[in-house]
């Protein structure tokens, strides 16, 4: 996340996942602590993708080739 970067001062919406959805798309949902958000030990963004939920909002897929 970029509200993360040491040099990035105008954090100005960050909420947790709850806040807009009633199921994410992203495992674990984002959370505050506080009004803070933990950045995971984990490489990348610490984030995976919940393909079970992403399938339920899926509305159209198409193959590219």
Do not use: C, W
Not at 5 to 32: C, G, M, Q, W
């Amino acid at each position: 996340m970029i509200s993360n970067f040491s040099k990035y001062l105008t954090t100005n919406d960050i909420a947790a996942s709850h806040r807009y959805y009633n199921a994410d798309i992203i495992k674990p949902e984002v959370e505050l602590d506080g009004t803070f958000i933990n950045v995971s030990e984990e490489k990348g963004l610490g984030y995976k993708v919940d393909f079970e939920n992403l399938a339920k909002f899926t509305v159209e897929q198409k193959e590219l080739v």
